[in-house]
């Protein structure tokens, strides 16, 4: 059974969050922190801090959880990723890139 995960991204100064999905999380935010696709939203806002995941075995949940989380407004993303790391700290911090 395959994992797929719906993230959530910010920068620095925690004024910016970003909503995505993925099958492979580590490479996912390892292309992200390196900033490959020099003209996406997360690398033009320096988005490389994952704040908070969750896990799917199904992709079409995975997706459906990104847009239902793209549809809320910050308020209740603020709140989810406080529930699980209310110090937002960056997750992947001790992962090898």
């Not at 922190?33 to 320096?46: L, Q, S, V």
């Amino acid at each position: 059974m395959n994992q797929e995960y719906c993230y959530i991204l910010t920068n620095k100064n925690k004024t910016v969050l970003y909503v995505g999905a993925t099958n492979d999380l580590e490479r996912r935010i390892a292309e992200h922190k390196k900033g490959i696709h020099p003209n996406a939203f997360t690398k033009r806002y320096n988005c490389t801090f994952l704040v908070y995941f969750e896990t799917f075995g199904d992709v079409k949940d995975a997706f459906r959880r990104e847009k239902q989380l793209k549809a809320g407004n910050r308020k209740r993303k603020e709140a989810l990723i406080n529930s699980i790391n209310p110090e937002w700290h960056d997750l992947s911090l001790e992962w090898q890139f």
